[in-house]
């Protein structure tokens, strides 16, 4: 009957529209407030570095920044015809400064990476280079031969690339071009691909192994009563609160040759003392350690779902006249399988991306892709190719993720 | 004759105790004889172990001691999946991954019934409760009514002889009950199935069942037809937990020949009461008179009743009924329930007035 024309309004006049804008505005400001340090901190310690790092994978401004004369002359090259004057004329002004600025040593580090024994070619040439008179290119083959060749330029053309996918196409066993085309690396050099399956691999496996390990005992967590279930969790839990390092180094006391579980065998008969079993530092000792110590992390969301699924299901199930067998998987289990999903994305992701535990007793054969990620961050330091397979194994695992939600639905997954 | 005899043991309870924890039975001494065909309703208050015998009955629990017998045969070592018992439970569990037709389609796939079987038998089922449009929808997109309509039709599609049924209408709004307890009762004859029943709504099991079984302390407290139970508690724990119930506390002082007891109320008084599990002078007892039998029109009192002081208290108007609470040898919650007929009397708070009843309906029980 009042205003049936104009907007409503509150009981103190003001338009109720804005009035709820204002109350929700100041509930939303104090819900960022609370939330404001973690994202700052996130940000800050998290999102950022792995931004900053990734893009390494892709941007590698080393060379055009530290020899700009040469980078300009090979940029019009084409890449198959000989060097030209032209270039070798920039590469000495390169050279000379950058001895004088002492970073010769970085950029032979760099042209190394895509073509090696190029690094001592640098060093030695940018020694003498400022003694060197034009003609520059006779001069520089003089110095060295490899100078009068292609594939030296060809190197020195990648190298000098900013954005430059070289990087990402080693990190998939390709090699990128001067000329912008991709081929496969030789035979001998193809190592990614091949630890890229490694984990794979393992990662599978230990996840089959702790599904097939922990389902039942998740499942019989979830029958027995309370109090006797709460104890055997509390056995479950316990590897949390034991260091990684030090369950690690039992593994080692427990597999090694002349371990317990050798004795054992030893003992019983099933090994000679000869010719013992080696558990350990291979695929085998990586595969058995890492199920262990991922095994709570598949019963706990496996137990947090069977605990939710009531026992008349499979009871109606049987009085239905369902043998035992068929009320288990027509019913039990497809209402486990969130569970299932949930533990098994945990288990494979957290699998996927091991470190310590292969390092200590994978041996060889055992190491997975963030070992060599680690051997590029601290022993090659060759960041950009670290941060390139960090990338694809990113990649990877957002793929699957995808995978996962198309196939089973991400709301599907219980946690807990 | 004889076909009744083999008949009043279709199921059989005999002896029967159970113990969860080796310390305490849950039940005690259960004797049972169902003949086939029955309504029996399990009534009784929680933790009375009515959910445990229903359980042994379709074998998901075993029996401590004694034996379960269906059929005449011992079904102790029977595996529930091939004891053939229909079952409703009280969530109703219909399984949430799979849709309605396939919910009742499992019963009949494990029983290898093929496929166009199957789909006639899954139709009729549902038809029968009403649910033929639904058979594509989940469980989770029914209401509570229909997934336990669902739930009956999955308990019946495979025809069982049996059905046990623990609390199906819990869950449900009192209209919906009624109205589902009209139509378990109408399907359960139809079919002339044998329905064991658990509930402990009191109501439920008087309007649905052939006979009720009351269970208190893991025993039958007594099993018999709804209106005997009503009319004829044989124990004060029945009388109380049946209906609605004014208790007297005395003394019995004589039994007479015409087979009357004479007790003595606490304050002195003396009524005529029809003893029941008392036998012998001087034993206490608890003298059981269901309100609505009381009388105080002098009109409709018969004669040679006896007849006992009692003052208003309460006089509450109900519509169909009026409801007096009184004080009557010393218990302030003597209730009486008469009918709102033209020339009843209105009483009002503070009056004096005279009540009797007769003997037949004053039960001298066990105090
Ligand atoms: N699995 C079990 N383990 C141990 N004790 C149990 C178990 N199930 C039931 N009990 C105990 O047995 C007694 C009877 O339980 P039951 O479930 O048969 O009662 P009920 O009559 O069905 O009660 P309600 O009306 O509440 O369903 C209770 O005291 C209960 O605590
Ligand atoms: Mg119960």
Request: net charge neutral; aromatic share 8%.
């Amino acid at each position: 009957m009042s205003d049936t024309s104009g907007p409503i309004l509150a009981a103190d006049g003001t338009p109720l529209k804005k009035k709820l804008q204002q109350t929700l505005f100041r509930s939303r400001a104090r819900a960022f407030g609370l939330v404001f340090p973690l994202l700052a901190f996130i940000i800050i310690a998290f999102i950022l570095p792995i931004i900053l790092l990734l893009s390494q994978s892709v941007w590698d401004s080393r060379y055009a920044d530290l020899m700009p004369e040469s980078t300009k002359a090979v940029a019009g090259w084409d890449s198959s015809t000989p060097p030209t004057e032209e270039m070798a004329a920039a590469m000495v002004t390169d050279l000379v400064q950058a001895r004088e600025n002492k970073t010769i040593g970085k950029v032979a580090t760099r042209v190394n990476r895509e073509l090696s024994g190029t690094r001592s070619l640098f060093t030695k040439t940018a020694r003498s280079a400022a003694k060197l008179e034009a003609p520059y290119l006779g001069a520089l083959i003089d110095r060295d031969e490899d100078w009068g060749k292609i594939e030296t330029w060809a190197a020195i053309k990648v190298a000098a690339k900013k954005f430059n996918p070289s990087y990402l196409a080693s990190a998939v066993d390709m090699k990128y071009n001067a000329d912008g085309t991709f081929e496969r690396e030789d035979e001998g050099r193809r190592i990614h691909v091949k630890l890229f399956w490694r984990t794979l691999e393992i990662s599978f496996l230990v996840t089959v192994f702790t599904l097939l390990l922990g389902y039942p005992v998740a499942y019989l967590l979830s029958t027995l009563p309370v109090r006797t279930s709460n104890l055997l969790l509390i056995l479950v839990l316990l590897p949390f609160w034991t260091s990684l390092l030090v369950r690690t180094t039992a593994w080692i006391a427990m597999l090694q040759g002349q371990g317990v579980l050798n004795d054992l065998f030893v003992v019983f008969g099933i090994a000679t003392d000869e010719d013992r079993f080696s558990l350990i530092y291979n695929k085998t000792g990586t595969l058995i350690a890492m199920t262990h110590i991922l095994l709570p992390f598949m019963i706990l969301p496996l137990y947090s779902v069977m605990k939710t699924i009531p026992p008349s299901y499979v009871r109606a199930a049987k009085s239905m006249g369902a043998r035992p067998s068929t009320a288990f998987w027509r019913v039990y289990f497809p209402q486990s399988v969130p569970g299932i999903g949930a533990g098994a994305l945990l288990v494979f992701i957290l699998a996927i991306g091991y470190y310590i535990t292969p390092a200590l007793v994978g041996g060889q054969d055992g190491q997975m892709i963030s070992n060599i990620i680690d051997f590029h961050m601290r022993r090659s330091l060759n960041w950009n190719l670290a941060a390139a397979l960090g990338l694809v194994l990113l990649v990877f695992v957002l793929f699957l993720f995808w995978l996962y939600d198309r196939i089973v639905g991400i709301d599907n997954m219980k946690l807990g | 004759m004889a076909e009744s005899e083999s008949d009043a043991a279709f199921v059989e309870f005999e002896r029967v105790q159970k113990s969860y924890d080796g310390e305490t039975l849950v039940v005690k001494d259960l004797n049972l004889k169902m003949p086939r065909g029955e309504f029996l309703t399990m009534l009784g208050p929680s933790g009375s172990g009515k959910t445990t015998c229903l359980m042994m009955l379709a074998g998901f629990e075993t029996a401590t001691h004694g034996e379960i017998k269906l059929g005449g045969k011992p079904i102790n070592n029977i595996p529930p999946h091939k004891r053939g018992i229909g079952m409703v439970f009280q969530n109703y569990a219909l399984f949430p991954h799979m849709t309605i037709e396939e919910n009742l389609s499992f019963p009949l796939e494990v029983r290898n019934i093929g496929k166009s079987d199957r789909e006639a038998k899954i139709k009729r089922a549902l038809d029968m409760v009403e649910m033929g449009t639904f058979g594509a929808r989940r469980p989770a997109q029914l209401s509570g009514g229909q997934q336990q309509r669902v739930a009956l039709a999955r308990a019946l599609v495979f025809e069982p002889e049996l059905v046990l049924m623990d609390e199906p209408l819990g869950a449900l709004d009192k209209q919906l009950r009624e109205k589902m307890q009209f139509e378990i009762t109408h399907l359960a004859h139809q079919l002339g199935i044998t329905v064991v029943y658990v509930t402990h709504d009191q109501t439920e099991a008087l309007t649905m069942s052939d006979r009720v079984a009351v269970f208190d302390d893991g025993r039958i407290q007594q099993i018999a037809p709804p209106d005997q139970l009503y009319e004829e508690p044989e124990n004060s724990f029945v009388a109380q937990f049946i209906g609605e119930n004014n208790t007297l506390e005395g003394v019995i002082k004589e039994i007479r020949e015409n087979g009357l007891a004479l007790v003595q109320l606490d304050d002195g008084e003396l009524i005529d009461c029809t003893p029941v599990n008392v036998s012998q002078p001087g034993e206490r007892t608890r003298v059981s008179i269901r309100p609505e039998r009381v009388e105080y029109n002098k009109a409709r009192l018969q004669k040679g009743v006896h007849t006992l002081k009692a003052e208003v208290l309460e006089f509450i108007y109900m519509g169909d009924i009026f409801r007096t609470r009184l004080r009557v040898a010393g218990n302030d919650e003597f209730i009486v329930k008469t009918r709102n007929a033209p020339d009843q009397e209105r009483l009002q708070p503070g009056q004096q007035i005279e009540i009797g009843w007769l003997p037949q309906d004053c039960r001298a029980l066990d105090a």
